[in-house]
């Protein structure tokens, strides 16, 4: 990988290919690959500032190969560290949690500052004599926040560091800064499928007309836009004329609780994917997450987040549509034996979008199965996406 000022980023393409060989979607050895190649070498999203907004809060991500932890500090700072006791190598932080006095090992009680000192061994005089704590703090990796988004990198020097990371995000991604805007609700869905082919399906403009001819009706798919910024796919929809009013029906009063620099007449939705997993949904009430959280090489689980403006936050909470969709906490892990319909006849983007992942999953199983061709402009999405991951991941 080139140095940061050195980095080729792929331009965008009007003409579209599948570069990525079947066995790349469908064989545990490539998506070990991956693991090793492009989840333990770039950044990953991690969860939200407001996440851990007190010293001594954490959060523990998985990153690839690497277990790592962000952890507020007594000075407000977040710091990313490789979540491993430097004493005998014990993965120490589990989940989300609150040690405001500095982070301890349950295994042998070893105490690391939140700064990732070493502060303390026990029986150190008897036990370890001559130990230089100076040198056994807890490993650092690299961290970057994006309108409240937490990135975390697993090595301190990144080869694209953060600010080849970000790119020109700021002055592409729109009008949503959801650190500023209130949570209501999660939800978390399952995908037979291999991760990229639940991406590659989020960037799909093609499919929108025909298995979301319902479910995404108000989006006027003919005049969709897409760009790139560094290794990240931007795609914006407007709002169909004759639907400028469907806001009201979902939340009452479209005019309350919108996006500044939004028109809840005109403005469709954002459906942009920072590379390589995190989807970012913008809409004129709302933002949300499509977090792709691969699981192994057929099994993926989507998170979504939702947020809407502080004055929204209640209206939301009672509407139809956040009973139907979130809850307050984890959802419930949903699947398609949870659809009451066959899934293309469910309405449902959800569970249209897992069917259609499932199929082409088993589909990429069969020696018969070959791409045929893409769509140009409309699938173009998924080769720009396809050049990035390759630029990591050598199936072969």
Known sequence: MSPTNAVKYHTRTEEAHQLIAPAGYTQ??????????????????????DDIPQPGDYLTVQAGRYPLAVVRGNDG???????????????????????????????????????????????????????????????????????????VHPDPAPREDWQAFVADLELKAGPHHPNQMVEVGRSRHLFTANWKLVAENYMDAYHLFYLHEKSAATFDHECFEWDT???????????????????????????????????????????????????????????????????????????????????????????????????????ELVTLADCSTHPTQSDNLMFEDMWACQQMQKAMNSPAYQVGAMARTFESTMTFYQRNVLDFVTYT
């Open 28 to 49: 545990p050895e490539y998506f070990e690959q991956e693991l090793d190649q492009l989840f333990s070498q770039f950044w990953l999203y991690a969860g939200m500032t």
């Open 77 to 151: 700072e977040l710091r990313c560290f490789h979540n491993i006791c430097r004493h005998r190598g014990t993965q120490f932080l589990e989940g989300c949690g609150h040690s405001p006095k500095g982070l301890s090992c349950p295994y042998h009680k070893w105490f690391y500052e939140l700064s990732g000192e070493l502060q303390a061994i026990p029986r150190e005089n008897e036990l370890f004599p001559g130990a230089d704590k100076t040198a056994l703090g807890l490993m650092p990796g690299s961290i970057g926040v994006f309108r409240g988004m937490i990135f």
């Open 229 to 331: 910024a560094g290794r990240h796919f931007l795609f914006y929809e407007p709002v169909v004329a004759k639907y400028k009013d469907w806001a009201d029906k979902v939340y009452g009063d479209k005019h309350h609780g919108v996006v500044p620099g939004t028109d809840p007449e005109q403005y469709g939705g954002t459906f942009h994917m920072l590379f390589p997993t995190i989807g970012w949904v913008g809409m004129a009430h709302s933002w949300s997450t499509f977090h792709i959280l691969p699981q192994s090489v057929d099994s993926t689980i989507v998170e979504s987040r939702v947020r809407v403006m502080p004055e929204a936050e209640d209206a939301m909470k009672d509407s139809r549509r956040y009973k139907d969709r979130f809850n307050s906490g984890e959802a």
